[in-house]
């Protein structure tokens, strides 16, 4: 019975157009088929996929966005970082770099607010150098406040002369309140502006490091007299200032585990001359030339950035 009932299903698939036995009897469903299809493509599109990418963004003010350079994109410490780090992973980092030249750290946090960072959110690190304006800004304000200088009439003060002189004196009197008022506002704002952008940040971005750069001192070597203080220098004025600033960034990142503090003041005080656009390095008052108080880092210092962030970066992952 079961011989005579194959051989009749044979001669059906004859009939029929099939060309084997097989195709009723030993072949794989059409379920089974499209899965195997479907791993096939699912192998081929995972083989043929481009190389994953890296992210560095960085955030801060014009010391980050390369200010001053020739070609700013390729010359910034970012740049420089991301080409060291793809060499070391054979991964290509990329630069994302949303600094803003003029910014304080209000300035970064509006920023952040207004979505700037894209690509924040898939961050392999995240570098932050912010704070320098926050003393630069007051002290901006206080040189187009006060009154220039006033030339002494070698035959005598009249009195028109010396009502003059005491306007002037009154007013770079009033002007240092100001800058005095402003700085200790810059200095308050500080670690709550950096809570804020933390919070930010690790609102989308969980994981990645955070590299918290100090601030360089551009005016150490320079020894003009300070406006605001007579009995000290200028250069010793501006290291007063950057020195508490630098103790707030330090205490910050000291206060989080995920926030790395990262000393470049310190190979930039090694170097000499210290590498900045501006020329206080062999500035004097003899000189004649005309002083340039362009603190900004040139192509030298930007490397000296990117060279002091790598080892830490490289320990860290």
């Given at each position: 019975?079961?011989?005579?009932?194959?051989?009749?299903?044979?001669?059906?698939?004859?009939?029929?157009?099939?060309?084997s036995?097989?195709?009723?009897?030993?072949?794989?469903?059409?379920?089974?088929?499209?899965?195997?299809?479907?791993?096939?493509?699912?192998?081929?599109?995972t083989?043929?996929a481009?190389?994953?990418?890296?992210?560095?963004v960085?955030?801060?003010d014009?010391?980050?966005?390369?200010?001053?350079?020739a070609?700013?994109?390729?010359?910034?410490?970012?740049?420089?970082?991301?080409?060291?780090?793809?060499i070391?992973?054979?991964?290509?980092?990329?630069?994302?770099?949303?600094a803003?030249?003029?910014?304080?750290?209000?300035?970064?946090?509006?920023r952040?607010?207004?979505?700037?960072?894209?690509?924040?959110?898939?961050?392999?690190?995240?570098?932050?150098?912010?704070?320098?304006?926050?003393?630069?800004?007051?002290?901006?304000?206080?040189?187009?406040?006060?009154?220039g200088?006033?030339?002494?009439?070698?035959?005598?003060?009249?009195?028109?002369?010396?009502?003059?002189?005491?306007?002037?004196?009154?007013?770079?009197?009033?002007?240092?309140?100001?800058?005095?008022?402003?700085?200790?506002?810059?200095?308050?704002?500080?670690?709550?502006?950096?809570?804020?952008?933390?919070?930010?940040?690790?609102?989308?971005?969980?994981?990645?490091?955070?590299?918290?750069?100090?601030?360089y001192?551009?005016y150490?070597?320079?020894?003009?007299?300070?406006?605001?203080?007579?009995?000290?220098?200028?250069?010793?004025?501006?290291?007063?200032?950057l020195?508490?600033?630098?103790?707030?960034?330090?205490?910050?990142?000291?206060?989080?585990?995920?926030?790395?503090?990262?000393?470049?003041?310190?190979?930039?005080?090694?170097?000499?001359?210290?590498?900045?656009?501006?020329?206080?390095?062999?500035?004097?008052?003899?000189?004649?030339?005309?002083?340039?108080?362009?603190?900004?880092?040139?192509?030298?210092?930007?490397?000296?950035?990117?060279?002091t962030?790598?080892?830490?970066?490289?320990?860290?992952?």
């Open positions: 019975m079961k011989k005579t009932m194959i051989a009749a299903c044979c001669a059906a698939l004859l009939l029929t157009g099939c060309t036995v097989r195709d009723l009897f030993g072949s794989k469903s059409d379920s089974q088929k499209a899965q195997e299809s479907a791993a096939a493509e699912t192998t081929v599109t083989t043929s481009p190389p994953p990418e890296h992210v560095l960085t955030l801060g014009s010391i980050s966005a390369g200010y001053g350079l070609d700013a994109k390729k010359e910034r410490y970012s740049a420089l970082l991301t080409e060291k780090l793809t070391r992973d054979g991964i290509e980092w990329v630069d994302c770099n949303y803003v030249s003029g910014d304080d750290s209000t300035d970064l946090l509006k952040l607010n207004d979505g700037k960072a894209l690509r924040l959110p898939s961050a392999d690190a995240v570098v932050i150098c912010i704070g320098a304006n926050n003393l630069l800004g007051p002290y901006s304000d206080y040189l187009k406040n006060a009154k200088s006033f030339q002494i009439n070698p035959e005598g003060l009249t009195s028109d002369a010396i009502g003059e002189l005491t306007g002037i004196l009154e007013k770079n009197k009033q002007a240092i309140e100001t800058l005095k008022t402003d700085l200790e506002a810059g200095f308050a704002k500080m670690p709550t502006d950096l809570q804020a952008a933390y919070e930010f940040i690790r609102a989308r971005n969980a994981d990645a490091p955070i590299y918290l750069l100090n601030i001192d551009p150490s070597k320079l020894k003009i007299d300070n406006p605001v203080n007579p009995d000290q220098s200028f250069g010793d004025y501006s290291g007063e200032l020195t508490r600033m630098n103790r707030i960034i330090k205490d910050y990142a000291d206060a989080h585990s995920d926030i790395t503090y990262v000393d470049i003041a310190k190979p930039f005080a090694a170097t000499d001359p210290i590498p900045i656009l501006g020329n206080v390095n062999n500035y004097s008052i003899t000189s004649g030339t005309l002083l340039n108080f362009d603190p900004h880092p040139n192509l030298s210092g930007q490397k000296l950035i990117a060279d962030l790598y080892p830490v970066i490289d320990a860290a992952q």
